[in-house]
């Protein structure tokens, strides 16, 4: 990567790919034309459609701000510079008249709402964490009675479902439509019976998943500043797409510049060197955001396992995020690499076969057999990049848990998970939909509060146009806040009960955490049979 940025800063030349080149061949600002950096247009303003307003081009050393007299020999216009290279005519009344006659004054209207509702805006951003964190604490302390009234009425309903169709079977005239009722109130009635008989099997399961998702809620107040990982690692990532953004600019600048058409924009040659560091740079970029996602997985499943197996402890259940960052730096950064490695083959095998695909779809006659067989294979990458994905995140959990290698790591998970596969499933499961439901309710109350400030707050009321735009950004803030945190509870539930089962395992639970106490003689006797 530091050849690369060397390369790059070295030999690219952005700004020269930015010269316009004038009718001699010649770019404004470089060479001949140094003092003269603006390209002036002297056929611009001909509507003409048989005129080439690119034949007769100079180079400018300042841009004409009259239309009266004769400008390097042509009759000029009242200009301004544009992007710092080109004087383009300065006709803002006539594209405000333009714009007006298009309707496009409301575009302009529904954007200054966004500006003029700044302090809602500032308070969405309020609103948000603060509802993310209640949603917590109502997961933390109600989460039991929400799952069972829930489970429970899903039993009501397909029972119900199935009485009214029986109801209209008995009642039907047509046989026809007495077969199908009857069919339909069986088919309800013997799910609702395999539901039940699924719910008294997986009973300790159930119990022992949401005692994981309260005690994982439980870490994340305990270490509150874990809610701080995804924000730094959304800067850090921004800060390397930004530096990747400057990069690949220079590298496209590298090669021979010409003029392109006899316009005045230029095109580039690449040589073999140049294609290459494309490339590279575009694996380097999937890869390094996949490394830091893993950094971040790993130091959030490391804080929980400090968390866990403190919980007896004189910490009384305490995790350090530094020390989760050192052991990450330290001790596991080439597993963390290797597994985002595998992570970024996966995608651009998909990209690569996804782009095959669609060749041959549009390159020969339309098969049948074959675009099954496409659309087979593109689920069977799906499904396994899937797999993969999810085994990497586990892997890193099973890293944090034992300080091994990712191989070790991945094939650990893969039995932990064969091993307990109902408690797994329930927990992703119930993590899901909490997650779920609590991103969306958090958007939703933000935008109904915001919606009510914005017609009812008369400092922002008499400044805006319309509300609705203002309250669509005030539901995408909170939504992405709530994502945000929600995602570091939604990979402490996954922690938390790796801990816990290896916790069992290993040294039969001496380290739980008090709220998967009352479920350990289930599990043992789980184990046992």
């Known amino acids: 990567m530091v050849y690369v940025t060397c390369v790059a800063f070295t030999k690219g030349e952005p700004v020269r790919l930015l010269a316009p080149y004038a009718s001699d061949n010649q770019q404004c600002g470089f060479d001949s034309h140094k003092s003269e950096d603006y390209l002036f247009i002297p056929r611009l303003m001909d509507m003409s459609l048989n005129v080439k307003i690119f034949e007769k081009t100079s180079c400018v050393s300042e841009c004409p701000s009259s239309d009266k007299g004769n400008f390097h020999n042509s009759p000029p216009y009242n200009s301004e510079p544009f992007f710092g290279r080109y004087c383009l005519p300065n006709a803002k009344d006539a594209i405000k008249k333009f714009f007006d006659a298009a309707g496009a004054d409301k575009v302009g209207q529904y954007l200054s709402d966004l500006y003029s509702a700044w302090k809602v805006l500032l308070l969405a951003i309020l609103f948000g964490f603060v509802f993310s964190l209640v949603y917590m604490v109502l997961v933390r302390c109600c989460a039991k009675v929400l799952v069972w009234v829930t489970l429970l009425a899903f039993i009501v309903l397909l029972a119900v479902m199935g009485y009214l169709f029986f109801k209209e079977y008995r009642d039907a005239v047509d046989e026809g439509d007495e077969l199908n009722y009857l069919v339909l109130a069986i088919l309800f009635w013997s799910f609702d019976g395999l539901f039940l008989l699924m719910i008294f099997c997986c009973y300790d399961d159930i119990q022992t998943a949401l005692a994981v998702i309260t005690a994982a809620a439980r870490f994340v107040f305990s270490n509150f500043f874990i809610l701080l990982v995804p924000i730094i690692a959304i800067i850090v990532t921004c800060a390397y797409i930004a530096y990747w953004i400057a990069t690949i600019v220079f590298i496209y600048s590298i090669g021979d510049k010409t003029q392109y058409n006899n316009t005045p924009f230029s095109s580039v040659e690449w040589d073999s060197t140049t ?114 994905l999810f085994l990497t995140k586990n892997a890193y959990i099973q890293i944090a848990i034992r300080s091994i290698c990712f191989c070790c790591a991945a094939r650990e998970a893969f039995r932990l998970v064969l091993r307990n596969a109902t ?107």
């Open 275 to 388: 294609n290459n560091l494309w490339y590279y740079q575009l694996v380097a970029l999937v890869w390094i955001i996949a490394f830091f996602i893993s950094v971040l997985q790993f130091v959030i499943a490391a804080t929980a396992a400090q968390w866990y197996f403190s919980s007896n402890s004189d910490q009384s259940g305490s995790g350090s995020l530094c020390k989760s960052l050192y052991w990450a730096v330290r001790y596991h950064l080439g597993s963390l690499g290797f597994g985002s490695l595998i992570l970024t083959i996966v995608v651009f095998v998909r990209f690569i076969f996804e782009y095959m695909k669609k060749k041959v779809e549009k390159g020969g006659p339309s098969n049948k057999f074959t675009k099954c067989l496409l659309s087979c294979a593109s689920c069977c990458l799906k499904c396994i990049g899937e797999c993969i």
């Open 423 to 529: 408690k797994f499933a329930l927990v992703n499961a119930f993590g899901g939909i909490f997650t779920f439901f609590g991103k969306l309710l958090v958007g939703v109350l933000t935008a109904f509060i915001c919606w009510y400030l914005l017609t009812e707050w008369e400092s922002v009321k008499d400044s805006i146009y319309s509300p609705i735009l203002p309250t669509i950004a005030c539901f995408l803030i909170a939504y992405i806040l709530a994502n945000l945190f929600l995602t570091v509870y939604d990979l402490a539930c996954s922690a938390v009960l790796q801990c816990f089962l290896v916790d069992e395992e290993t040294s039969g639970g001496s380290n739980r955490p008090k709220e998967l106490e009352p479920y350990i003689q289930g599990f043992k006797s789980g184990k046992k049979a």
